[in-house]
């Protein structure tokens, strides 16, 4: 299978890249490296894919239309598009960027695919469309038309558009809700890695509410399996949540950083910026049921493992 991955060299990207080279698929990666975070870490994340025989990297910003066009029409037996601008609050100082870098480049993805007569799309869209909610776990049938920043706006966007093209000229997409990522090379303005970082050199961190705040944390080996799973299965249009499936409040994340860690963190209590949501819950019965998926690594294994990682790059 010929596989093309927009957004490779990010956090999700290039961890799905080396599962499906690694599965046998012969995979094309773009990414046309944003400057949201320094360039040196996103090529660090391509490191195991460097000379892998069944990966071919190029450096391409989906905002060129032409150059998109150009690209899909060499034909691929799916698309996985999980290039973009993320983060809810950087979004709010920075809208034109987050409504390029999504949802243009989305629709020069979407058009290319209909010109070249490329049919199948697996897009990363995200768990923040679902905006303020108080009643849990979240389906995917719950309203998602009061988005609380640009982000998550842009997002939902996206996934209209999907459903437009599929109505109109047939391509076959999954729409995948990804609920709070994180692990390994995952960027670092995310909670984990600011934490992580601050608390390990006896740093104060910035803790946003009273910490009762919850999230579906979702282990980056879970997401990956999941995507892989849509890779192969993608039929018709289906919006489906990956979560964990497991809230854990903010106070309770700190708290297991702090014991895994062994150092007391010392916290400072910031107002809760506009545009977060007070939850995250994903209910996972759909992706049980069309893709065979069911999340594995639960918050305590994955937070042990990022750590890891994030010592054995300190040294490197």
């Not at 490191?47 to 690209?71: I, N, P, Q, W």
């Not at 870098?101 to 989305?106: E, G, M, V």
């Not at 389906?139 to 640009?150: A, I, V």
Request: hydrophobic share 35%; aromatic share 8%; charged share 25%.
């Amino acid at each position: 299978m010929r596989v093309l991955v927009t957004g490779a060299a990010g956090f999700i990207g290039s961890h799905l890249c080396e599962r499906l080279v690694s599965s046998g698929q012969r995979v094309t990666g773009v990414d046309n490296f944003d400057p949201y975070y320094d360039r040196t870490t996103k090529e660090r994340n391509l490191r195991a894919l460097t000379g892998s025989d069944g990966f071919h990297f190029l450096e391409l910003d989906l905002r060129e239309r032409a150059a998109v066009a150009s690209l899909v029409a060499q034909g691929w037996d799916v698309v996985v598009h999980l290039a973009g601008r993320g983060g809810v609050r950087r979004s709010i100082a920075e809208p034109l960027a987050y409504a390029e870098n999504n949802y243009i480049a989305t629709l020069n993805v979407l058009e290319a695919m209909r010109e070249g007569g490329c049919g199948r799309l697996v897009f990363g869209s995200t768990s923040s469309v679902y905006g303020s909610r108080s009643t849990a776990p979240f389906r995917e049938d719950d309203p998602t038309d009061r988005p609380l920043s640009p982000y998550a706006a842009t997002k939902k966007a996206c996934e209209v558009l999907c459903h437009a093209y599929h109505h109109l000229h047939g391509l076959q997409i999954f729409a995948l809700r990804f609920f709070t990522v994180y692990g390994p090379r995952q960027r670092p303005d995310m909670a984990i890695y600011r934490f992580v970082h601050a608390i390990s050199r006896h740093q104060p961190i910035e803790r946003y509410g009273d910490g009762s705040t919850e999230r579906d944390y979702t282990y980056v080996e879970d997401i990956v399996e999941a995507t892989s799973l849509a890779v192969e299965r993608v039929k018709g249009y289906e919006i489906i949540n990956v979560g964990g499936s497991r809230t854990t409040s903010l106070g309770t994340l700190i708290e297991l950083i702090e014991r895994l860690l062994g150092e007391r963190a010392m916290v400072v209590e910031k107002r809760l910026p506009p545009g977060d949501v007070p939850l995250t819950s994903a209910d996972t019965t759909k992706a049980a049921r069309l893709l065979n998926f069911e999340s594995r690594i639960p918050i305590e294994e994955g937070l042990k493992r990022f750590i890891q990682w994030f010592r054995e790059e300190q040294i490197a």
